[in-house]
């Protein structure tokens, strides 16, 4: 069957046994040594690991950024030390020391997997289903990238992407959202190894989970096995026939016992989530045959059974580099895509192509300028791929002429599905391949269902664009259900994530240019559902100064304003008639335009004294939704006109007016405000 180089499938013997317990027992050592962690999974699943890592798993520790390696994920994150052992005993860059370190303050053994592919750790896992849903996003950027490069005789791109699994991975929504998409999608470069130890935190899986898992993919169109997991040569002979299965992704049911070796707590709740303890810990090694002492042993055998993959990788790569040399000569120009693919780079040329609108346009929702801005710069953003969670038409993220994703077609709109969630991890896992800048679309409100995989984007700082459409009560008649009001606090609120909500069709273009060119994590869009008016920027400050998240749009004539208006999105244009409104009463007014906090407070401290000054302490911010955090630009004597409800169900110009999101309103507590500080002496 060819699965290994030395030879067929290759029989296991003492030495494989031997480097499965070397894997037991680094986890065993390094938990009890932590004083926390998880050993029961590591325990169980060692064998199916080092069946997969030494037979099949196509890497090179020398480069874990080798474009063509196979991804491995461990979405069962707890079992974090049987990743860490994989990754120090084949020859990454983790070493005994580090897993000595297991947990420890700055290490480089976390309790759960941090994406760190100098490291080989391909994403961060631990909140269950993620990793799942991350893998289905790696098959899909494996397949838009073989279908983009691949040619008879160059399979530049066939690599595979396998994960362990867990029970309470199968029982999170996340992880059916994706395996529906995965069968529907047929993505047979998926092989997932499905840890059934049946055991949870709480007990038994039969509290809560008695249904038959593997129906259930067969359901979901996926090829489905069944193997005991202390049998390698079933394992093996397994995973061999799901490589083989090319039309459907495949799980591979394997019947583990958690704390496999102890004799007091395997096939135990308590070998999940806590040490073993010294004594049951040295009652282990002994039914397993192991040394107690020293602790972190690692036989000679067992070493360099795993450091063969370290020449091994090297001529699986170099094999793969003379295929790329043969390429460039027979498709050279797709080769220059592969190159920059290779290098870590992504084509500048969309750049010149964002449109510009001219004042004199109609007014335009800011999701109508995003569509077009999309659809100019996609023929020249070749790594641009994306789609929405059945709302393309509303969202405008239909790139036209770029066809659709599916098992049967090679496009670069992805049809999600009624799938936020899933849509969300999947988008972080495409995310994870080089070439890839992926984006997707739902309503803002439905954010909600996807801050999982938002905040583990964030973390990882991974490189997106998320479209999040109709934007506040300005949606109308839908309601409150579909009316956000807290989503932009809770979205401001996660590190790493730039918020970036433009005021007219202008400021989308220069959103667009900022979210492709941002290294720092992903990037939130909040787009508007009613139409806006193209801002007259010879009139007022340019668009281009959004870049700087906040700036001075319109001022008083001296520079020296009685009061500040802050606003974003839909509501600057309200801001901009109040504040010509308070200049002919008198009132020396400044609006200060503020797309983005997160891009705002990253300018130095004399811009951002210029665009608002301490000694200027009369301002309203206004924003329609929750006012959370706008204090912080307010100020002590400044007000906030935001939401503390929920919205209703009306037009929405009705629903601005009883909400007071009018000139109107704004200049009526300006005036007040400045009546209150003593400064009345106003134009009637």
């Not at 899909?140 to 530049?156: C, E, S, T, V, W």
């Not at 039309?247 to 709740?269: E, H, Y």
């Not at 802050?566 to 797309?595: D, F, Q, Y």
């Not at 301002?619 to 929920?646: K, L, N, T």
Request: charged share 20%; net charge negative; with cysteine.
């Amino acid at each position: 069957m060819g699965v290994d180089r030395r030879g067929g499938m290759g029989a296991f013997g003492p030495v494989d046994e031997q480097c499965v317990n070397t894997l037991r027992f680094l986890a065993i050592d390094a938990v009890e040594a932590a004083g926390s962690g998880h050993p029961g999974m590591p325990m169980g699943d060692a064998p199916m690991a080092h069946v997969l890592w030494t037979r099949f798993l196509r890497h090179n520790p020398s480069n874990p950024k080798w474009p063509a390696r196979d991804r491995f994920v461990l979405s069962a994150g707890h079992g974090s030390m049987l990743l860490y052992s994989l990754l120090y005993l084949t020859g990454y860059k983790i070493t005994l020391d580090d897993i000595k370190m297991f947990r420890q303050w700055a290490s480089r053994t976390p309790g759960h997997p941090e994406h760190d592919i100098d490291l080989g750790i391909e994403t961060t896992t631990g909140p269950l289903g993620q990793g799942f849903a991350n893998g289905v996003g790696m098959a899909i950027a494996q397949r838009h990238l073989a279908r983009r490069f691949n040619r008879p005789g160059f399979g530049i791109f066939n690599y595979n992407i396998f994960a362990i699994t867990s029970d309470g991975d199968m029982m999170e929504g996340v992880s059916n959202e994706a395996a529906s998409i995965a069968g529907h999608l047929g993505l047979g470069s998926l092989v997932y190894l499905y840890s059934d130890n049946r055991i949870t935190i709480e007990g038994p899986t039969g509290l809560a989970f008695t249904e038959d898992v593997a129906k259930r993919f067969e359901a979901l169109n996926w090829h489905v096995q069944k193997v005991d997991g202390n049998d390698m040569a079933s394992i093996a002979m397994a995973i061999e026939a799901a490589k083989e299965e090319d039309r459907r992704p495949s799980l591979i049911a394997v019947r583990t016992n958690i704390g496999f070796g102890s004799p007091a707590k395997q096939d135990n709740a308590e070998a999940h989530g806590a040490p073993l303890g010294a004594e049951e810990a040295k009652r282990t090694k002994e039914n397993l045959g192991w040394p107690k002492e020293p602790a972190f042993y690692v036989p000679e055998d067992a070493l360099k059974e795993y450091r063969a993959s370290v020449q091994k990788g090297g001529i699986l790569e170099n094999e793969w580099l003379s295929l790329v040399k043969g390429y460039e000569k027979e498709h050279p120009k797709e080769a220059e895509d592969l190159k920059r693919i290779i290098e870590g780079k992504i084509s500048n040329e969309w750049a010149s192509m964002l449109p510009a609108f001219a004042s004199s346009e109609a007014p335009q929702a800011t999701r109508s300028a995003s569509g077009k801005v999309l659809n100019a710069i996609a023929p020249h953003a070749p790594f641009l791929i994306g789609g929405s969670a059945d709302l393309a038409p509303s969202n405008n993220t239909y790139l036209k002429g770029m066809g659709d994703f599916q098992s049967n077609m090679g496009g670069r709109n992805i049809h999600f599905g009624v799938r936020e969630h899933a849509m969300g991890s999947i988008l972080n896992g495409m995310a994870l391949t080089p070439g890839i800048v992926p984006y997707c679309g739902t309503f803002l409100v439905f954010s909600d269902y996807m801050r999982p995989a938002i905040r583990l984007a964030a973390i990882m700082r991974l490189k997106l664009v998320y479209v999040f459409t109709h934007d506040s009560i300005g949606l109308g008649e839908d309601g409150p259900t579909h009316q956000p009001v807290e989503q932009l606090a809770s979205l401001r609120a996660i590190p790493n994530l730039t918020v970036i909500r433009p005021a007219d069709a202008n400021e989308v273009s220069y959103a667009w240019r900022f979210a492709l060119e941002h290294k720092g994590g992903p990037v939130a869009l909040i787009l508007t559902r009613q139409n806006v008016p193209v801002i007259d920027r010879t009139r007022y400050a340019g668009a281009e100064h959004s870049l700087r998240g906040g700036y001075v749009m319109a001022d008083a004539e001296d520079g020296i304003p009685d009061i500040i208006l802050i606003a974003t999105g839909s509501e600057v244009h309200l801001a901009l008639a109040a504040h010509e409104e308070l200049k002919g009463k008198g009132v020396r007014s400044r609006l200060v335009n503020m797309p983005s906090w997160e891009i705002f407070e990253a300018q130095g401290a004399e811009y951002k004294e210029d665009v608002l000054p301490r000694n200027s302490r009369l301002r309203i911010a206004i924003e329609a939704g929750s006012p959370m955090g706008w204090h912080r630009y307010a100020g002590g004597d400044g007000e906030v006109v935001g939401i503390e409800r929920f919205g209703a169900s009306a037009p929405y110009k009705t629903l601005f007016e009883k909400f007071g999101f009018t000139t109107g309103n704004i200049v009526e507590r300006a005036l007040g405000l400045l009546s209150k500080k003593g400064l009345s002496n106003l134009k009637a």
